[in-house]
C-alpha cells in the first residue's frame, strides 16, 4: 500500500468521494460534516490517497485548526477494502504527520449511526478518547467527539 499526498478534486478521487459523501447524508444528511473536494482542496488541509497498486483504497485529510491543534477530516477506506487495515494506515500517516507539525492534539467528529462503529473502534484503539465538541461544531445525538492527546 502507498499513500500519497493528493488533489481531493482529481477525477482518480470523485467516485469514491461521491460515495462517502452519499454514504454519510443517506443516514444522516442535517448532520453530515463530511467535505466536498473543493473543501478539502483548502489550504489548510493536507489530503492524501492510498493506494493498493492502481486502486484506490481510501483517502484521509488533516486540517490544521491552531497552531498546535488538528482535525482528521473525512477519511474513507473504499469497501473493497474495509477490514483489511487501510484505514489504520492512514490513520496513523495522519497522526504521524500530526506529530511532525508539532501538534499537541487532534481531534474529529463522526457520526453516531451503526455504521460509523468500526470507525469508532478504530479512533479507541489508537489512542483517541471522547471530548466535547470543538471548533465550529454543535452537539447533537447524531455525532460525538474524539481527541488524541500528542505530547507527553
Known sequence: MDIRLDDPTSPHVADLLAYHLRDLCSVMSEFAFALGASALAAPDITFWTIWDGPTLAG??????????????????????????????????????????????????????????????????????QSCDAFADYQPSPHNQFFMRNLIA
Do not use: C, D
Open 59 to 128: 483517502f484521509a485529510a488533516l486540517k490544521q485548526l491552531a497552531a498546535a491543534h488538528g482535525e482528521v477530516e473525512s477519511m474513507r477506506v473504499a469497501p473493497a477494502f474495509l477490514g483489511k487495515g487501510v484505514g489504520r494506515k492512514l490513520l496513523n500517516h495522519i497522526i504521524a504527520e500530526a506529530r511532525h507539525r508539532r501538534y499537541h492534539r487532534i481531534s474529529l467528529e463522526t457520526g453516531t449511526a451503526p455504521l460509523h462503529q468500526p470507525a469508532v473502534a478504530l479512533y479507541r484503539s489508537a489512542g483517541f
